[in-house]
Structures are given as structure tokens and as C-alpha cells.
């Protein structure tokens, strides 16, 4: 499979109310992570996913998936040519790697995530004894 369902994220008004609902409803661990973000762990098999704040006052409170891809800015320039409307061009999420959100022709979000280049270390010189 080419480019998987990998993350899932509710934004919301009152995350507290949606974490309380969910904690009792599915077996997932959820945990605050940076920046008052919750991580949901939904155990293996699937895809996780996160909590947080509406970044858009006035959106409904609503989940988006997120589909891995190679390369966030090329994925964005095709669906933009193909008539998307974009919401995130390009945003770097720490050190982990990278997102972007858009609309599709037919007016649903969605996003798209790639993950960091792991950086090549040298090993350290080891020193004589």
C-alpha cells in the first residue's frame, strides 16, 4: 500500500470532555504531550492519533486523517493543480517531520504527513587509552 491512513486527530472546543468520552468508550492510553497536544494510543494495529484546541475559531469540532507521503510540499503542489484548497501548505512538527491540510474538490479535509529524514551521525572518534 502506497500511502496509508498513519495518524488521526479531533479538533475540538473542549478536549477534556472529548478525552473523558473516549477514555471510557475505546481502550486507548491517551497522554499530553508538548504544547498541551493529546496523544492517543490506540494499541498495535493502528493507526494513532491526537487531541487538541480548534486551531480555527468557527470550524466545527471535527476528526481529520492524516495519509503518509513522501514529500508534504509536492503532495500539496499536485493537489492544489488537481483543485484542492489549502489550509496548511507546509508545516514542520518538531523534529518528527511534517504536515500540510487541504480541502478536496468535493470540500473535505484532509492531510497529509511525511516524516523527517533521520539525520546521519558519524560515528564518535574513540579515543586511545
Do not use: C
Request: hydrophobic residues 40%; glycine residues 14%; aromatic residues 8%.
Amino acid at each position: 500500500m502506497g500511502n496509508p491512513f498513519v495518524h488521526v486527530e479531533l479538533n475540538t472546543d473542549d478536549v477534556g470532555k472529548a478525552k473523558k468520552f473516549y477514555l471510557k468508550l475505546f481502550d486507548w492510553k491517551i497522554s499530553t504531550l508538548s504544547l498541551g497536544y493529546t496523544g492517543i494510543d490506540v494499541g498495535k494495529g493502528g493507526a494513532g492519533g491526537g487531541m487538541q484546541k480548534k486551531p480555527m475559531p468557527g470550524a466545527p469540532s471535527m476528526w481529520l486523517p492524516y495519509v503518509q507521503v513522501d514529500d508534504v510540499k509536492k503532495t500539496v503542489t499536485k493537489a492544489r493543480k488537481l483543485g484542492a484548497e489549502i489550509l496548511v501548505d507546509y508545516m514542520e512538527i518538531g523534529d518528527m517531520g511534517a504536515i500540510g491540510i487541504f480541502t478536496d474538490p468535493s470540500g473535505a479535509a484532509i492531510g497529509v504527513w511525511a516524516m523527517a529524514a533521520k539525520p546521519t551521525r558519524k560515528p564518535a572518534k574513540q579515543r586511545k587509552k
